[in-house]
C-alpha cells in the first residue's frame, strides 16, 4: 500500500519511481530533475514511509551543475552492499516465518498476531541506535524506536495483504518540539484505523495492553499530536479491543462482577475500559474501593494504573499492604522520521 505515492503530483511521482529504482539497485548515484530542497525532503520521507525495505538507506547528498535541468543523488547506505543483502535475506527469511502461520486467517486475527509480535519481541531502545529507526531493528536485534515499529507493522501488513499505512504527527514547534511520533493506520472490512504499537509497548512492562488498539479519530488525538499529512478517516469505533472483548463498561455493577470473577479464578489482575462518563480520579477511587473490598473478602488488596486519556484501568490484586493508584503515560517513544 502505497499511500503517500498517491498523494504526489505525477512529476514527483516520477522522481519517487527513480529513488525506489536506485535504492533498490543500490546504485551509488540517482539522475532525477531539479528539485528545491524542500521538495526532494518531501519525496524521500514519503517513499522512506511506503517501503520499509529500504531499511539500509539513510539519508542522501546532491550535486548539480548551474542552470542544470537534472541533479545527482549521492545515497548514503547504512552498510556495504555485501552486507546489505545479508540483511535484506534475514529480513526475508523472518518475515516469511511470521507471516506463513497467519495464512488463511481473517483480517483481525493477522492485526492482532502483528501488534502482539512487536509486544512481544520488541522493547523500546533508549539508546537510539541507526538501526532501531528502522525494520532492522524490531525484526532481527528486538529493539526499536516508533519509527521503526511502525515500519515493522507496516512491512508485516504488507506480507499478510492488509492495507497498512505509517502515520506521522507534526511537531509541537511552538514548544520547540524537535522530532516526530509515528503509529499506524490499518484498513479493516473498508474501515480504517488508529494502531499504536509503540504506546502498547510502553504500557505493556505493567501487562500485555491494548490501549491504542484499532481506535478512531477522536480517541487517537486525545493524546496525539496532529498529522504532519493527511490520512484517510477513522470514524468507527466498533472495532477498538477492549470493546470487542467485552472489557468496556459502565456502570460499576459490571465491574464487581468482572472483578468478583477475577479473584474467584485467582487472577492476578485485570485490565479494563471505562466508558460510563468522563474518567476522573473520583470516580477511578469510587472503582478502586469496589475492587479493594472484594479482594478483601479473598485476603488480598488492590492497586491500580491509570491511562486517562484512553480512560483504561489495570487492576492488580496482591498482598501489598495498601491500596494504591499509579498514573500510567504512554510514552510516545519520539524518534526522528
Not at 525532503?41 to 547528498?61: I, Q, S
Not at 552486507?83 to 486467517?105: D, F, M
Not at 496532529?226 to 484517510?232: E, H, N, R, S, T
Request: include cysteine; charge should be positive; hydrophobic fraction near 35%.
Amino acid at each position: 500500500m502505497r499511500y503517500y505515492y498517491g498523494q504526489l503530483s505525477r512529476p514527483l511521482q516520477g522522481v519517487y519511481d527513480a529513488l525506489l529504482g536506485g535504492f533498490r539497485a543500490l546504485a551509488p548515484g540517482i539522475r532525477i530533475p531539479m528539485l528545491d530542497e524542500k521538495q526532494l525532503a518531501d519525496v524521500y520521507l514519503r517513499l522512506k514511509l511506503d517501503e520499509p525495505l529500504l531499511f539500509y538507506v539513510t539519508g542522501y547528498r546532491c550535486r548539480w551543475m548551474t542552470g542544470a535541468a537534472h541533479m545527482e543523488l549521492l545515497p548514503e547506505y547504512l552498510f556495504d552492499k555485501a552486507k546489505i543483502r545479508t540483511h535484506q535475506q534475514a529480513v526475508s527469511a523472518r518475515l516469511a516465518r511470521l507471516t506463513k502461520p497467519l495464512e488463511g486467517k481473517t483480517e483481525a486475527e493477522k492485526e492482532l498476531a502483528v501488534h502482539d509480535f512487536i509486544l512481544e519481541n520488541v522493547r523500546y531502545d533508549k539508546l537510539k541506535k541507526p538501526y532501531s529507526h528502522e525494520i532492522l531493528g524490531p525484526m532481527t536485534q528486538g529493539v526499536g524506536v516508533c519509527e521503526g515499529m511502525a515500519k515493522t507493522v507496516k512491512l508485516l501488513c504488507d506480507g499478510l495483504g492488509l492495507p497498512c499505512m505509517i502515520a506521522v504527527s507534526d511537531r509541537d514547534r511552538a514548544n520547540g518540539e524537535r522530532y516526530l511520533h509515528a503509529w499506524n493506520i490499518v484498513q479493516l472490512g473498508g474501515q480504517c484505523y488508529h494502531l499504536d504499537a509503540t504506546f502498547d509497548n510502553s504500557l505493556s512492562k505493567y501487562g500485555t495492553r491494548y490501549d491504542y488498539f484499532n481506535l478512531d479519530d477522536t480517541k487517537i488525538f486525545r493524546d496525539h499530536r496532529p498529522l504532519l499529512y493527511p490520512a484517510p478517516p477513522c470514524t468507527d469505533g466498533g472495532q477498538f479491543y477492549y470493546k470487542l472483548q467485552h472489557l468496556s463498561w459502565t456502570k460499576p455493577e459490571e465491574a464487581a462482577r468482572r472483578v468478583d470473577q477475577a479473584l474467584r479464578k485467582k487472577q492476578p489482575g485485570l485490565v479494563f475500559h471505562w466508558r460510563g462518563g468522563g474518567l476522573n480520579r473520583d470516580t477511578l477511587q469510587q472503582l478502586l474501593a469496589l475492587a479493594g473490598r472484594l479482594a478483601a473478602e479473598r485476603g488480598k488488596r488492590a492497586s491500580c494504573s491509570v491511562n486517562f486519556p484512553q480512560a483504561v484501568i489495570q487492576l492488580e490484586f496482591s498482598e501489598a499492604p495498601q491500596e494504591s493508584i499509579t498514573i500510567q503515560q504512554a510514552n510516545e517513544a519520539e524518534a526522528p522520521v
